[in-house]
């Protein structure tokens, strides 16, 4: 592990956990989903008069979040009324993880079977069953370790998501443990492409019909997860679709910089979203464009909002967008400092060990990486 006091430095500045918040929720719990061997909650959420054959999108929250704030401050429930489809909201709990996060970096928490993963793969079935949604068009998308997690669900069950979006997250299967994960959210560790599609391969068990699409979205000024890792992501899954890293359109849709790869059939099957001064959480643009969400902790005010990642998906209508020139290399490179118009307002844990202890244990907790 490289300079772990600076990855401790950059993730302290990041701030410690802030406590849950109370907002209105629009979800209703979802019970008796199976065995449920990750100890997992869930929570649904579906529009009136939803008509049988509608699509699903699961939504994985961030540290510190809880189901119904990460649907108030993303605004997915809002697109749902206005497009048609139901949603699904796992949520962690403090007996799994005191920080709210999904166990990202623990092998029994993201393989096929058992632990959290399988946990979620049971609530999705559970809603495609309950409510006769279309089993071709189920969606997973989630914030940084909900983001990791989405990475978990697309390796480990393809057959059972046309699609998914990674928001501040990591690769499929490149950190198995405290010092690896740590290493790879400062952008350490490469792996090779081949290393990189083969761990998907293993977490899919021999998977041998089409695999998901994926759309990544990250803060060019990612100081707790470096940009660097979009990379890596893309990467894995160009690998497992077979495309050209160098056969790629290039978008500018706002400030994102938008690049899209197809496979030799046409089909747009990786996309890379950044957010130039970005920092760490979801976009969203709750005054302008779609008008969704709420601004808050992780959930950043950058005038474009990640639930346009539905469009690629079929769920709302497809807008025509700008061409732009390819992105200059500033743009993928993380600052070590957050502006302050997109720093999230965190506290401090209350009734925490002092000195450098403390440092240590706050960091470790607000990457979800402490028990």
């Known amino acids: 592990m490289r300079n772990i006091a600076d990855t401790i430095a950059r993730m302290a500045r990041a701030g410690a956990p802030t406590p849950r918040e109370t907002v209105p929720s629009r979800l209703t719990p979802l019970i008796e989903f199976g065995t449920n061997p990750g100890a997992l909650l869930g929570h649904s959420y579906v529009p009136k008069d939803l008509p049988p054959g509608a699509p699903l999108v699961v939504v994985l929250h961030g540290c510190t979040q809880t189901a119904a704030g990460y649907d108030h401050g993303s605004g997915w429930s809002q697109l749902a009324d206005r497009a048609g489809f139901a949603l699904l909201f796992p949520e962690q709990t403090r007996a799994n993880n005191p920080n709210l ?31 006769g949604l279309d089993r071709s068009r189920v969606y997973v998308t989630g914030l940084s370790a909900g983001g990791a997690m989405t990475m978990a669900m697309l ?47 293993s977490g899919s068990r021999g998977h041998d019909g089409r695999w998901p699409t994926l759309a990544i979205w990250h803060g ?36 994102a910089v938008h690049r899209i790869w197809s496979d030799a059939e046409g089909r ?64 993928r490179v993380a600052k070590i400092a957050i502006p302050a118009a997109t720093k999230p307002a965190l506290k401090p844990r209350t009734e925490a060990p002092a000195g450098i202890q403390a440092t240590i244990e706050n960091a470790l907790r607000a990457a979800g990486l402490m028990r």
């Open 101 to 131: 996060c999904f166990n990202w970096f623990a092998s029994e928490d993201t393989a096929q079977a058992g632990g959290e993963a399988e946990s979620i793969a049971q609530m999705t079935e559970t809603m495609i069953a309950r409510h």
């Open 155 to 201: 390796a480990t069950r393809p057959d059972l998501f046309a699609g998914g979006a990674v928001i501040g997250g990591l690769a499929y299967g490149t950190a198995t443990g405290v010092s690896q994960a740590l290493d790879r959210m400062r952008g350490h560790g490469d792996t090779s492409n081949t290393a990189l599609a083969d761990a998907v391969r």
């Open 220 to 255: 060019g000024a990612d100081a707790t997860v470096s940009v660097a890792n979009a990379d890596t992501i893309a990467r894995q899954w160009r690998g497992i679709h077979g495309v050209d890293a160098k056969a790629v359109r290039t978008e500018r849709v706002g400030t």
């Open 268 to 331: 747009d099957v990786v996309e890379d979203w950044t957010v130039p001064g970005m920092g760490h959480g979801t976009p969203i643009d709750p005054s302008r464009g779609q008008r969704l969400g709420a601004a808050g902790p992780f959930m950043l005010d950058v005038g474009i909002s990640s639930t346009v990642i539905a469009k690629s998906w079929g769920l709302v209508p497809v807008a025509r967008t700008e061409t732009a020139a390819k992105p200059s290399p500033v743009e």
